[in-house]
């Protein structure tokens, strides 16, 4: 008797569970929107395998009522096209580089100065708490809301000419570099001769020799096939660049609370399967860039330590440029995730 009546519960519970779901998307106040992301590395890359993720959350917490079209390889526009997209209206949502911010908000280019952070845990807990958080908002009154941060890594060089043990060795290369005047100081102070270029004219620049090198996490360097195009890969992890998800800020007051619920609540899912997944594609990354001939050096503690050294005045330079505060109280901040 107790199993049939298990059994017919069960049943039961298996047909009202879509209903259920459906019952309460209904129940909340929630449309069906159709929403475009854009992102600029490929579909098959840490940052496309979290979009895609992003968008099944997105489905899954609205019965079906978001429509989330992810939109890669820089198909809707290098990350500064894009942020205006979103200013302007014309475009719901995107993930991009918070370096690429800093003509909208200048303060995002603190993230950009090198030897910051130690590990992905200290990375974490800054981005995620009061300091990341205060960022984010300041995107506020630009047009732009800042959901959350996903990982880019740990940025590491590669180049054509010749393997980089020292310092030394990045002299006269033409180094592309984000579009960021914190890259540009600090590879023309270690001698490199700094290139801002949009990432979707990356590879090109690298294939017609326009360029020298780039400096990317592993996990970029092999889902956009750098490998290709490159010889050597020197490990120096010199900057933790994050991501930011952005949305248009015309389009998120528009939404009901609800939605702003579903919507903050499935940017924070995809910011921890996003991170969970990079570091598992990074580990990985190395052995496989190996297997596809690229030379691989580590930059020496030592050599690091130099390269701390010859950026001091970086420092200097972006706290005398209005970014003392900030740079403060980001240091205070990795300090205190320390402890
Ligand atoms: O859309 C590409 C961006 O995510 C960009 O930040 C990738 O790190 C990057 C770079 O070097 O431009």
Do not use: C
């Not at 609205?62 to 997209?85: E, R, T, V, Y």
């Not at 630009?142 to 020292?166: A, D, H, M, Q």
């Not at 270690?190 to 620049?205: C, K, R």
């Amino acid at each position: 008797m107790f199993r049939k009546l298990l059994l017919a519960t069960g049943i039961a519970a298996a047909l009202l569970a879509p209903v259920a779901v459906a019952t309460s998307a209904a129940a909340q106040d929630v449309k069906t929107r159709i929403i475009r992301f854009g992102y600029g590395l490929s579909e098959n890359s840490n940052q496309g395998r979290a979009v895609k993720y992003f968008a099944e959350e997105l489905s899954k917490r609205s019965g079906g009522k978001f429509k989330m079209k992810g939109f890669g390889d820089a198909s809707l526009g290098s990350d500064i096209q894009m942020q205006n997209a979103l200013i302007g209206g014309a475009q719901e949502m995107m993930v991009g580089s918070t370096a690429t911010l800093v003509g909208i908000v200048k303060d995002f280019g603190v993230y950009d100065l090198p030897f910051l952070f130690n590990n992905e845990k200290e990375a974490d807990a800054v981005l995620d708490g009061p300091f990341g958080e205060k960022l984010l908002k300041a995107l506020n009154d630009k047009g732009l809301v800042g959901l959350v941060y996903w990982e880019n890594g740990f940025r590491n060089l590669t180049n054509s000419k010749r393997p980089i043990t020292k310092v030394e060795d990045m002299g006269g290369i033409k180094l592309r570099v984000m579009q960021n005047p914190v890259y540009i100081d600090m590879f023309n102070r270690f001698g490199a001769n700094a290139v801002p270029l949009a990432f979707s004219e990356l590879f090109t620049a690298l294939e017609t020799g326009t360029v020298d090198g780039q400096e990317n996490p592993v996990t970029t360097i092999q889902s956009s096939k750098f490998y290709e195009v490159q010889k050597y890969l020197t490990i120096s992890r010199h900057v933790y660049s994050p991501w930011i998800v952005l949305a248009s800020k015309r389009w998120y007051d528009a939404l009901s609370a609800d939605e702003k619920k579903i919507l903050n609540e499935a940017a924070v899912a995809s910011r921890d399967f996003e991170r969970k997944d990079s570091r598992e594609a990074s580990a990985q990354s190395v052995a496989y860039l190996k297997e596809k001939g690229m030379q691989i050096n580590e930059l020496s503690p030592a050599e690091l330590d130099r390269m701390r050294e010859m950026v001091k005045p970086a420092f200097d330079k972006y706290a005398a440029d209005g970014g003392a505060e900030v740079l403060k109280d980001l240091q205070a901040a990795i300090t205190a995730a320390r402890k």
